[in-house]
């Protein structure tokens, strides 16, 4: 005879971790990652837009680092 687990005797799932958003280091803005596949490359997008370049004017509005 077995001894029984400890909290019911079932594995407990894992937590789910919390999300952590890609930040765009240019314009700041939120990025997300479009998984590839046998034909496409990974990429990293901005969420709003949907493209992997930053918007003129989201460029023009951020800071400047190291000043």
């Avoid at 596949?37 to 918007?55: I, L, Y």
């Amino acid at each position: 005879m077995t001894a029984p687990r400890p909290g019911g005797g079932s594995a407990a799932p894992e937590p789910a971790r919390p999300r952590i958003p890609l930040i765009c280091p240019r314009c700041g803005h939120e990025q997300q990652v479009v998984p590839g596949g046998p034909e496409r490359v990974v990429k990293v997008v901005h969420v709003g837009t949907g493209r992997e370049a930053c918007e003129t004017e989201d460029l023009a509005r951020a800071p400047d680092v190291g000043s």
